[in-house]
C-alpha cells in the first residue's frame, strides 16, 4: 500500500509538471516582485496614503501564493485523494511538532497579516528597540530604528510580547521633548517660550494640540524640566522635530535671560 | 488620441511605475507645456506673437474685480449670505464673518463686492493686510493703519475704546493669511487682532479674509470658528460657472454677439472651446482656465479672425521630484502666504545662502514669484506661490502630507 502511494506520488511529480510548477511558482514571484516595486513607487509618490498602500502588500502576497498553491495542487498535481490526505496528515503532524519553531512564527505572520497590531510604516517599539516598520514578511518584521539600523524580529515575539505603537496607523505622532533649565528660570516666560517653540516649528501638526508641562527635580541640584509634547506631521520628521523644537526654545531662551557668564563674573575692581 | 498612443502612454506609466524608467518629462510633451508660459513675462511676450486683442487680454486680467464689475459672476449663495449677516448684524447680534476658500478662488473680489453692497446708511472700510505683524505693539500699530484710523494708537484698550466711539460700521480686513505664520511672536498679534474684533463686535461688522488653509490653523491652534459665524466659502467655480465666467470676459472685450451676452445662448467661442476640458484642466479656477483658454487661441492670419486650438496642458512633474526641504518650504507659502527672504531664513533656521539657493531654486522652476522690493538696500525680495499654479501645488503638498 505504502509502495503504491509512493509510486503514485513519483508518477505525480513528472518532469513536466515539476516545470510546469517551476514556471507558474516564478512567474507568481516576478509579478510579486513587481507589485511591490510598484506600491513602492506609489508609496514615494503619494506619501499620505502609504500607511494603507504598505498594509496591502502582505495581504496580495499571501493570497497569490494561496492560488499558487492552489492552482498547482488542483490544475497541475491533481493527487487522487488518498494522497490529499496522506499529505495533509502529514502537514498536520509537522505543524504540530514544529509550533515552536518556524511553523510558529509563519502562523504568527499570518494572524498578523488579517489581525495587525501595527502597519508598514508604524513607529513601534518591542524588545528593545524602536523604528519604523519597514516590511512585515510571513515569519518576521523589519525594523529601521532611529540610527539607521536594520532589526529583524520574529513575528511570534512579536505577539508573545507588548507592542507600544506611537502613530496606531496614523501618519501623525506625539513627540516628547525634555529640557532641564536652572531652578530660577521665569516659569511663565518658559512656557511661552516653548509653546511658540513647538507651534513656530515646520514639522509640527498644528490640527493636534501642544502641551507644555514644567516638573521639578533635583539632578546635583535643583532643576526645571520643560516637557513639550507635540504631534509631527509625518512620523518620518520625528528626530527633526524634536531637535528643531530644542533649538528653537534654547536660542529663544537664551535671547530673553542674561548673559549667565555677565552674571557669574567677577566684580570689576 | 489614437489607440497605439493610449497603449504606449498606459506601457511608459506602467514603466515607470515599476522604476524602468524616470520620471523625467516625455520628449513627446509639446514645447509650449512648460510652467514658464504661465509668468507674467513670457505670457505677455506670447500674447503679442499671437496677435491676441488687447481688449482681451484686459478683459481676462488676473486682477481682482472691482464694485459692479459685469464679470464678477457665481457668488450669488455667498452675497445671501452675507446680506443675512447684514440683517443679523443690524437687529444688533454681534457679528464676525469670515470669507475663506483657497487661493485664486476670488477672496478679494467678494470683500470688495461685500464692501460696495453695504446699503444701510453704515460706512465700510476695506483694508488688506500686506505684511506680519511682529508682535503686539506692531499688531496695535498696524491694525489703526488698516482702519485708517489718522493717529497710531498706544495700546489696545485705547484701539479698543476709540474703535467703540466710531458710528457702527463694517471693517472688512483682507489676506487674513498674513495674521497666520510660524514666526515667535505671531500668536501675540492674533490675540490682538482678536481681541480687538471680539470687543467691538456689537458696534462694528468684522469680516475677515482669510485663504482656507490659514483659516484652518486659526481654527485649530485659536479655535477661531467659535468666535465667527459660520465662514462664506468661495469655492473653485463649476462648469457652468466657469462658462458664465468666461462668457463674461468674452463679453467685456466685445466678442460675443448680443444674445449670448445675456445668457440666451452658448458663445461661440465656447462652442469651439469645449468647457468640460477646461473645466478638467483649471479644476475650475478662473484664472487659470483664462490662462488655457488663452493660451489655445490663434489668430487666423487670413481673414484675422480668432481660432481655437487644442487645449496643451502643462507639465507638473516637477512637483513630484521635490525634496522634503522644498516641500516644506512650499508649505509654508502655501499656507502663510508670502515670505521674505530673511523671513524664510528665520523659519526654517537656515544659512543666508542655503535660503537663497532653496528660493531661487522654486523660483527657476517656476513654482514660486520673486517680487524685489525696488531700492531695498537690503536685498530681501518677496517670494509667493505662483498664483496660477497654487491649486496644483497645493493638491500635490496634500499628497505628501506636509499641507494640511
Known amino acids: 500500500m505504502e509502495e503504491d502511494t509512493l509510486a503514485q506520488l513519483v508518477d505525480l511529480l513528472s518532469l513536466p509538471r515539476l516545470l510546469h510548477i517551476a514556471a507558474i511558482a516564478a512567474l507568481a514571484w516576478v509579478l510579486l516582485h513587481l507589485v511591490h516595486r510598484g506600491l513602492q513607487r506609489l508609496m514615494q509618490r503619494f506619501p499620505r496614503y502609504r500607511l494603507q498602500m504598505g498594509q496591502l502588500f502582505p495581504v496580495i502576497r499571501i493570497l497569490t501564493w494561496a492560488l499558487v498553491v492552489g492552482y498547482v495542487i488542483f490544475g497541475i498535481v491533481r493527487p487522487p485523494q488518498t494522497i490529499v490526505f496522506a499529505v495533509l496528515g502529514s502537514l498536520g503532524l509537522a505543524i504540530g511538532l514544529a509550533a515552536q519553531g518556524g511553523v510558529r512564527n509563519l502562523l504568527a505572520g499570518i494572524m498578523m497579516i488579517f489581525n495587525p497590531p501595527f502597519r508598514v510604516g508604524d513607529m513601534v517599539r518591542f524588545g528593545g528597540h524602536y523604528g519604523e516598520v519597514t516590511r512585515l514578511d510571513l515569519s518576521v518584521t523589519w525594523l529601521r530604528t532611529l540610527d539607521d539600523n536594520v532589526v529583524m524580529v520574529p513575528n511570534a515575539v512579536v505577539l508573545d510580547n507588548a507592542v507600544a505603537n506611537a502613530n496606531s496607523g496614523e501618519l501623525s505622532e506625539m513627540v516628547v521633548v525634555s529640557i532641564d533649565l536652572p531652578r530660577d528660570v521665569p516659569l511663565r516666560l518658559v512656557r511661552e517660550l516653548a509653546l511658540d517653540a513647538a507651534r513656530s516649528s515646520p514639522y509640527s501638526f498644528l490640527k493636534k494640540p501642544i502641551t507644555v508641562l514644567l516638573e521639578a527635580r533635583h539632578d546635583l541640584d535643583f532643576l526645571v524640566r520643560v516637557i513639550i509634547k507635540a504631534y509631527v506631521v509625518d512620523v518620518r520628521y520625528e528626530r527633526r522635530l524634536a531637535s528643531d523644537v530644542t533649538e528653537r526654545f534654547l536660542d529663544a531662551f537664551r535671547a530673553v535671560q542674561p548673559d549667565p557668564s555677565a552674571q557669574s563674573a567677577p566684580p570689576a575692581a | 488620441m489614437s489607440q497605439s498612443a493610449s497603449s504606449a502612454s498606459l506601457l511608459r506609466w506602467l514603466r515607470r511605475l515599476v522604476g524602468a524608467e524616470d520620471e523625467a518629462p516625455s520628449p513627446t510633451v509639446a514645447p509650449d507645456d512648460e510652467l514658464s508660459l504661465a509668468t507674467s513675462q513670457r505670457r505677455a511676450r506670447r500674447y503679442a506673437d499671437l496677435g491676441l486683442p488687447p481688449a482681451l487680454l484686459e478683459a481676462c486680467s ?101 474703535l467703540n466711539s466710531l458710528s457702527p460700521r463694517v471693517f472688512l480686513v483682507d489676506n487674513g493669511h498674513f495674521l497666520v505664520s510660524r514666526m515667535f511672536g505671531s500668536h501675540q498679534a492674533i490675540r490682538v487682532f482678536g481681541g480687538v474684533m471680539l470687543a467691538t463686535r456689537q458696534r462694528h461688522l468684522w469680516v475677515l479674509g482669510c485663504q482656507e488653509h490659514a483659516w484652518r490653523r486659526l481654527v485649530y491652534v485659536h479655535q477661531a470658528d467659535r468666535d465667527f459665524d459660520v465662514p462664506i466659502e468661495t469655492a473653485f467655480f463649476s462648469e457652468a460657472e466657469l462658462g458664465r465666467c468666461l462668457a463674461a470676459r468674452l463679453d467685456r472685450a466685445g466678442l460675443l454677439p448680443g444674445d449670448a451676452a445675456e445668457g440666451k445662448e452658448k458663445p461661440a467661442a465656447l462652442h469651439e472651446r469645449p468647457l468640460s476640458g477646461l473645466q478638467k484642466l483649471s479644476g475650475g479656477k478662473c484664472d487659470l482656465a483664462t490662462f488655457y483658454f488663452l493660451n489655445s487661441l490663434r ?56 535660503t537663497w539657493l532653496m528660493l531661487e531654486r522654486l523660483h527657476q522652476a517656476c513654482l514660486l514669484v520673486r517680487e524685489d522690493a525696488a531700492g531695498d538696500p537690503e536685498d530681501d525680495p518677496t517670494y509667493r506661490i505662483t498664483p496660477l499654479f497654487s491649486a496644483q501645488i497645493s493638491r500635490r503638498l496634500g499628497i505628501a502630507n506636509v499641507l494640511y
Do not use: C
Open chain 2, 62 to 162: 488676473d486682477e481682482p474685480l472691482p464694485v459692479g464689475d459685469g464679470r464678477f459672476v457665481g457668488r450669488e449663495k455667498q452675497l445671501e449670505q452675507w446680506q443675512a449677516a447684514l440683517v443679523r448684524w443690524r437687529d444688533g447680534r454681534g457679528e464676525m464673518q469670515v470669507v475663506t476658500g483657497p487661493p485664486g478662488s476670488g477672496i478679494t473680489s467678494l470683500l470688495q463686492q461685500m464692501a460696495g453692497g453695504v446699503a444701510g446708511g453704515e460706512a465700510s472700510h476695506y483694508g488688506a493686510l500686506n505684511r506680519r505683524p511682529a508682535d503686539e505693539a506692531d499688531a496695535v500699530r498696524l491694525l489703526g493703519e488698516l482702519l485708517g484710523l489718522a493717529e497710531p494708537r498706544e495700546s489696545v484698550d485705547a484701539l479698543v475704546d476709540d
Open chain 2, 299 to 354: 489668430v487666423d492670419p487670413e481673414d484675422g479672425q480668432l481660432r481655437s486650438e487644442p487645449l496643451v496642458e502643462l507639465d507638473f512633474s516637477v512637483l513630484n521630484r521635490l525634496t522634503p526641504d522644498e516641500l516644506f518650504t512650499l508649505t509654508e507659502l502655501a499656507a502663510h502666504g508670502p515670505l521674505h527672504r530673511s523671513e524664510h531664513r528665520r523659519l526654517f533656521r537656515t544659512s543666508v545662502e542655503e
